[in-house]
């Protein structure tokens, strides 16, 4: 019998994790997500290190995410209107996606095509 403790709330998933692509053109750079999205979002954080005019924050490929999205999402939105540049967001999302900015209530914060 396993007596080791278990994390409640680790994802028991065996997706592939997420994957992120950025590609650039003139002052807008498009950063592109696919996949699931848990818990890491390191090679989201990364790309959006890097400024541009504009970002656009592609989720039409993205099947399914967690809080930890809506958060570095947020985090980016706040830094890009402080510098006064753009974060935009782009879909068509996915059903669990859409619900996720649904529930929080943030998806009216912002901006998407």
Do not use: K, M, N
């Given at each position: 019998m396993d007596n080791s403790p278990r994390r409640p709330h680790a994802p028991e998933s065996t997706e592939e994790p997420a994957i992120v692509t950025r590609t650039q053109r003139g002052g807008t750079a498009t950063i592109t997500l696919a996949g699931h999205l848990e818990w890491d979002t390191s090679g989201l954080v990364e790309q959006l290190r890097e400024p541009a005019p504009v970002t656009?924050?592609?989720?039409?490929?993205?099947?399914?995410?967690?809080?930890?999205?809506?958060?570095?999402?947020?985090?980016?939105?706040?830094?890009?209107?402080?510098?006064?540049?753009?974060?935009?967001?782009?879909?068509?999302?996915?059903?669990?996606?859409?619900?996720?900015?649904?529930?929080?209530?943030?998806?009216?914060?912002?901006?998407?095509?």
């Open positions: 656009i924050v592609d989720l039409s490929g993205l099947v399914w995410a967690d809080s930890s999205l809506l958060s570095t999402l947020l985090h980016a939105q706040r830094e890009v209107r402080r510098e006064g540049r753009r974060l935009v967001l782009r879909g068509p999302l996915q059903p669990v996606v859409r619900r996720l900015f649904e529930l929080t209530g943030t998806i009216s914060y912002f901006t998407f095509t």
